[in-house]
């Protein structure tokens, strides 16, 4: 028999043998653990109605309403016995519950506090007059009364397991896990405060307590399903696939409804790269509720990774407050408009990012007077951003700025990369395992002057740290290709071509515009020459080669009808693709046979090491680019690697990357203004064998004389940029455009 019920049981009893002072006693012990047990109410009522039967009648009524949810009826016949039964405390302690329940904080404050001066005067009256308060918004007033029944109650778990859920809601982190754990010590089968204190971990980013908080409330209550799902959110967040999955599907026997788990299980398969299981998790969180845009995105996202168009359209449906919780990454590559993830990015950044610190870093000037610069990323490692940015990091003037990098990827063995990039700062730090406070406590005790986010809303990213402040300034750079949609972003580093007057409309970043092109480049990035041949490569001898090395999630039906139609038109000709899965190229194959072509006109390209990879791009023809997300390093290797590069300049600003990078090499006339121009373009290159030499002659001479690989003067520009946004800090101002020559 459970505590509660002995106690039920014990007052019955008293109160049948007239025992009356020790029933109402029994009855608020039960009231103080169950404040709104209604059989303890209906005691309590009984005895203060005494033999006043159509009272006591009256009363079960309430009672009875009050449980069959019934909360017009309840209040109703409480505000009745409250009227003519004014010290009845049980009466005016269940007609504040009632009132509750229908949002009529302002009236159940007023009958809690009758409950409580009609010497009820008990943690658990005190604890729902906190709870009414807060509901009318008066919070000082709710946390003083929670925090005065702390005091005289110092054994009640229910004051500061309230106290701690309005003190998360309002940001006070810290405070509301103090309070949590004062619950848990109090009560340690509190259920609820221990997934509370779970949730309040996760935010700090104390990522193993939130794991161990879950773990109790799971084990203290095996079908809490929130309590699995968040573990196994937690263990997602530190790419402990396996044992998320295991947690997601606990969460799913518990209640196999759970939608939010059926879309973790879904990002944790994507972890693991088991994408066609990803897209079934996502479909079938969908298929239990058509509105949750936030499975419809994903399923769509993991979809263009794998190739399958059926559903594409489906994109118009993902404009809901959901998807804002998917980083506007996904929706890049489904829409050319800036002003859509102008709009996406803004209600993510709502979602992600914390409250504003409470203080703002204010470094001392260094002593050696260099600028103090940090870079943050999961990416110091053999990685595309790497392959672009070693350069600049090389060519980096270490006697002006002081250099240290935050790395929160993996510390990869016998990694090259960042084994070079250790020896160009000051110092490199392994954040990866650190939460979010000591991170910000490092970034601040080194005293950055600037804080750089080389990664924005893209994978394995960390970007919300910024919202803490790292640094008094604070700019985003060759990572995301959009705005962060975040106040705590000061800069953006972008060029004209990328962002055209106007564009800045759509960032919330002030836009820093240097001249040539903003993307880094590496003058000393090495090709390993190919001696094998286009047979190696299953290239046709004599064919016409097309190439588009992008990411699979980039191409979509728009132009893929074209390059089709180009293979159609060009005999013998071929298109050569990167090999991501065999789903992928299982759907373009059937695409490609759908437009009439034969499927074996596509050819694969397995992965290698990059400078392999730049050697073999010597047997293509020609480097068709994707729309929406343009070719990014891709598009550098292609050029660097001598291969012409054909682009389409749309409106967004991942759509107009590939066209920076060719007007900075001198081939702006390869940037071409809509899809019919850059159809026709493709196919005249084609069919002028003489025009596409010379096209390769002009990119091997620009390659040495125009700014796009020109390191040390990239780095120059780079480094006036954040001399002047420095400056500005120093003076005072606040952050604007401007431009670099």
Request: with cysteine; proline share 5%.
């Amino acid at each position: 028999m459970s505590g509660l019920e002995s106690l039920l049981i014990k007052a019955r009893g008293a109160a049948r043998r007239g025992e009356t002072e020790t029933a109402r006693a029994l009855y608020r012990q039960v009231l103080d653990r169950h404040p709104r047990n209604p059989r303890a109410l209906m005691g309590l009522g009984i005895l203060d109605a005494s033999d006043d039967t159509p009272a006591q009648l009256a009363f079960d009524r309430m009672v009875a309403a009050f449980q069959a949810g019934r909360m017009d009826e309840a209040a109703r016949l409480g505000k009745i016995l409250a009227r003519d039964h004014p010290y009845a405390h049980g009466v005016h302690n269940l007609l504040g519950a009632a009132l509750l329940e229908l949002d009529d904080a302002a009236g159940a404050a007023d009958a809690f506090r009758c409950a409580i001066a009609a010497h009820l005067d008990t943690p658990a009256a005190c604890n729902n007059l906190a709870i009414a308060l807060r509901r009318q918004g008066r919070l000082d007033e709710a946390e003083a009364t929670w925090r005065a029944v702390i005091a005289r109650a110092p054994d009640y778990a229910d004051a500061p397991y309230n106290l701690a859920n309005m003190l998360e809601h309002v940001g006070r982190l810290g405070e509301a896990a103090q309070c949590l754990e004062s619950a848990v010590a109090i009560d340690p089968g509190h259920v609820d405060a221990h997934y509370n204190l779970g949730n309040v971990r996760a935010r700090q980013g104390f990522r193993d307590e939130a794991i161990a908080c879950f773990a109790i409330a799971a084990t203290l209550r095996s079908n809490h399903t929130d309590a699995h799902n968040n573990m196994g959110a937690q263990l997602l967040a530190a790419q402990r696939a396996d044992e998320a999955l295991a947690a997601f599907d606990r969460a799913l026997a518990a209640d196999p409804c759970n939608g939010q788990a059926m879309v973790n299980r879904g990002k944790a398969l994507v972890l693991k790269g088991e994408r066609l299981a990803a897209v079934a998790a996502f479909r079938a969180a969908l298929a239990r509720d058509p509105a949750d845009t936030s499975a419809r995105l994903q399923a769509l996202f993991e979809e263009a990774h794998l190739c399958d168009w059926r559903a594409r359209g489906e994109y118009a449906l993902t404009d809901g407050p959901e998807a804002a919780v998917v980083q506007p990454f996904a929706s890049l590559p489904f829409v050319d408009d800036p002003a859509h993830q102008y709009r996406r990015s803004l209600a993510c950044a709502a979602k992600l990012f914390p409250h504003a610190p409470e203080s703002l870093p204010e470094p001392p000037p260094a002593p050696d007077g260099r600028i103090r610069i940090g870079y943050f990323s999961a990416d110091f490692h053999d990685h595309a951003t790497m392959h672009l940015m070693a350069g600049f990091f090389r060519a980096h003037d270490r006697k002006r700025f002081a250099v240290h990098f935050y790395s929160y990827g993996p510390a990869r063995e016998g990694d090259a990369a960042r084994a070079a990039l250790r020896s160009r700062g000051d110092a490199f730090a392994e954040i990866g395992a650190m939460r979010d406070e000591e991170v910000v406590s490092l970034a601040r005790a080194d005293g950055l002057d600037i804080a750089v986010d080389l990664k924005g809303y893209t994978l394995g990213t960390r970007t919300r740290l910024f919202g803490h402040r790292l640094a008094p300034v604070q700019v985003s750079w060759m990572g995301y290709p959009g705005t962060l949609g975040h106040p705590c972003m000061d800069y953006f580093i972008a060029d004209q071509v990328t962002m055209p007057p106007g564009a800045e409309a759509f960032f919330t970043e002030k836009i820093v515009r240097i001249a040539h092109c903003y993307q880094a480049n590496d003058d000393a990035r090495a090709i390993v020459p190919d001696a094998g041949g286009r047979a190696r490569w299953a290239l046709p001898r004599d064919g016409f080669v097309f190439a588009s090395f992008n990411q699979s999630y980039k191409i979509s039906p728009a132009e893929w009808d074209i390059w089709m139609d180009l293979l159609r038109g060009i005999d013998g000709s071929v298109l050569w693709l990167l090999r991501s899965s065999r789903w992928a190229e299982e759907n373009l194959r059937r695409e490609a046979e759908a437009r009439g072509v034969d499927p074996a006109r596509l050819v694969f390209a397995p992965p290698l090491p990059h400078a392999e990879h730049l050697g073999r791009l010597v047997h293509a023809d020609l480097f068709l680019d994707t729309f929406a997300v343009n070719a990014h390093t891709t598009a550098s290797d292609a050029l660097w690697a001598g291969l012409p590069v054909l682009t389409l300049a749309g409106r967004q600003f991942a759509a107009r990357v590939a066209a920076s990078l060719l007007h900075s090499v001198g081939l702006a006339e390869l940037a071409t203004r809509n899809e019919k121009e850059y159809a026709s373009l493709a196919l005249a290159l084609a069919r002028d064998p003489q025009r596409l030499a010379s096209l390769r002659v002009s990119l091997a001479h620009n390659r040495k004389t125009h700014p796009l690989y020109d390191t040390a003067g990239y780095t120059r520009r780079v480094e006036d940029a954040f001399t002047r946004m420095h400056r500005r800090r120093l003076d005072g101002l606040e952050p604007r455009h401007f431009e670099v020559d």
